[in-house]
């Protein structure tokens, strides 16, 4: 039988199995399948906090990335790890509800800017709160003494690096 409740914060619905919640032991060694879960957590509390702002998570990470600095729409699209085409269609839909415009540059007027406009920057600023409520609400699943621990661990692992690549992955390279 699956049952709904109330998630972490009032926007999450979860679904839960009274039978049997329990992944097999295989999973829960598995630290793909378990960074996995936890991503995909993290990823639709934040997904529900943006929606509810009326911008998607790419609208978002393109008004981050715009707002941090003047970027073309060719620095942008690489930046955020965008094809240029799906570039055009988020910069389409921010122009369009008043959150980004393009400007020409100045110096090579067939070179198009990305700014945020004052409308953007205050959605910006409900995005940085909203999303912030996300991260604390997935970590309160964890118990005080775990989180703090939790985040250091993973910082760590996220930026052992050698070059672009994991050391662990980078080693296995052939030399």
Do not use: N
């Not at 839960?16 to 936890?38: I, K, M, V």
């Not at 990470?61 to 955020?80: F, K, P």
């Not at 309160?140 to 690096?161: G, I, K, N, T, Y």
Request: net charge negative; glycine share 6%.
């Amino acid at each position: 039988m699956v049952s709904a409740r109330t998630g972490i914060i009032t926007h999450m619905i979860t679904a839960t199995d009274t039978q049997s919640a329990d992944p097999p032991e295989g999973l829960t060694e598995d630290l793909c399948w378990l960074l996995a879960r936890a991503s995909a957590l993290l990823t639709a509390e934040s997904s529900a906090a943006l929606r509810e702002l009326g911008i998607t998570p790419r609208q978002h990470y393109v008004l981050v990335t715009a707002h941090a600095g003047e970027h073309t729409q060719t620095d942008l699209a690489r930046t955020v790890g965008l094809d240029k085409t799906t570039l055009m269609v988020t910069l389409d839909e921010l122009e369009r509800t008043g959150l980004a415009e393009r400007r020409p540059l100045p110096s090579d007027r067939r070179v198009r800017l990305v700014a945020v406009t004052p409308a953007g920057e205050r959605v910006l600023e409900q995005a940085d709160e909203a999303l912030q409520r996300s991260r604390v609400g997935v970590l309160s699943l964890l118990p005080d003494e775990e989180r703090s621990v939790f985040l250091s661990a993973l910082a760590r692992l996220a930026f052992a690096h050698e070059g672009d690549l994991p050391a662990c992955c980078a080693s296995s390279l052939p030399a």
